[in-house]
């Protein structure tokens, strides 16, 4: 009965702080609207993703979004760098092609959303077969380097966390 009203309860936890987040407002009003998206949506969606996905490992969990994190404040001052003191002509924009080795939807799309959070990446396409993410970079003097980080420092880590 309880897995019919919440499908995917940690997607209902998920829901409630992030609406609680973006009124920036704890009231009741609020947290009641919050747990009324937090359960509706979940309902909403769950015909698309009847698997839960399977997560291996919250610690490593805790730790990717640390990464990420810091991560991103990291490629913030780089890009901030580049865009203030580099001239045009010294910045090398590449298309890079990331070999997937991530065989889950959701891990492979945490990955494409990672690679589109950090600054000066984007992740603009995936392959029909799924085994390939298309990524842009603003600058990327060696595109095998970069795409060697991709894979090591998310890839391998989102790897035991979902399968």
């Known amino acids: 009965m309880m897995r019919r009203i919440l499908p995917h309860p940690y997607l209902t936890i998920l829901l409630v ?3 609680t987040m973006l009124v920036n407002k704890i009231t009741p009003g609020n ?3 919050g747990g009324a998206l937090g359960i509706v949506i979940p309902l909403l969606t769950a015909p698309y993703w009847p698997d839960a996905p399977q ?3 919250w610690k ?3 730790e990717y979004c640390l990464l990420v994190v810091w991560d991103i404040c990291v ?3 780089v890009v901030a760098k580049q865009i203030v003191f580099m001239r045009n002509e010294d910045l090398q924009p590449a298309w890079v092609t990331v070999p997937l080795d991530l065989r889950s939807p959701e891990a492979i799309t945490v990955l494409a959303g990672t690679v589109t ?3 000066g990446t984007v992740s603009s ?3 029909a077969c799924g085994r390939a993410l298309l990524v842009h970079c603003l600058h990327a003097p060696d595109p095998e380097a970069t795409r060697d980080q991709i894979k090591s420092r998310y890839e391998t880590r989102l790897k035991e966390i979902f399968e």
């Open 17 to 19: 702080a992030v609406w």
């Open 31 to 33: 947290l009641l609207l």
């Open 55 to 57: 997560i291996r490992n």
């Open 60 to 62: 490593k969990i805790t």
């Open 75 to 77: 490629a913030n001052v």
């Open 117 to 119: 959070m950090t600054p």
């Open 125 to 127: 396409d995936l392959s």
